[in-house]
């Protein structure tokens, strides 16, 4: 996994993570262990989500297991910075959600000393790469890539596949919406 204990703060700038995969994959599970860890070393903490994200809570990041800790939403990339100001480690979830310049954002928080983790989904329902999920992976670091168990092979799977009928790029929802699927079965699926 990450090499936290590798990294001397004092002698280096700050630096970003990014943690992408499925649905149902863990991403939110993992960024919410690192916040404790860093919180538990007393680093000031800060996480942040986009205002969209209101499926569990308007000011709580919650997994799909209920874990779950307080953070800030946010409209725009642009009240980050400011937000961030005295802060050790920043952490943002739901980042496929972010407008552009979240890539800037996390840029310069991170040439300002800080540890930025993000969390998001790498692909779209499509399969294709998601709002600025591509640019912030080849940005940062550490990339963690987490993955789901398939639905129908019980593989590992990396595709989000959308059950609902909605075409629309943006659709949030849980399980009636969505399924994790394996490459095999998500081809299959589109060859219908």
Known sequence: MFLESNVQNSQQLGWIEVICGSMFSGKTEELIRRLKRAEFAKQKTLILKP???????????VSHDSNEIISKPVSSSKEIIQL???????????????DDGIIDVCNVLANG????IVAGLDMDYE??????MPNLMAIAEFVTKVHAICTKTGNLANYSHRISKSKDLVLLGERAEYEPLSRLAFKENFNK
């Open 84 to 98: 961030s100001k005295d802060i050790d480690v920043v952490a943002l979830d739901e980042a496929q959600f972010f």
């Open 127 to 132: 399969g294709n790469p998601f709002g600025p």
């Open 113 to 116: 000393g800080k540890r930025v």
């Open 51 to 61: 205002t969209t994200d209101v499926r569990y809570s308007e000011s709580k990041v």
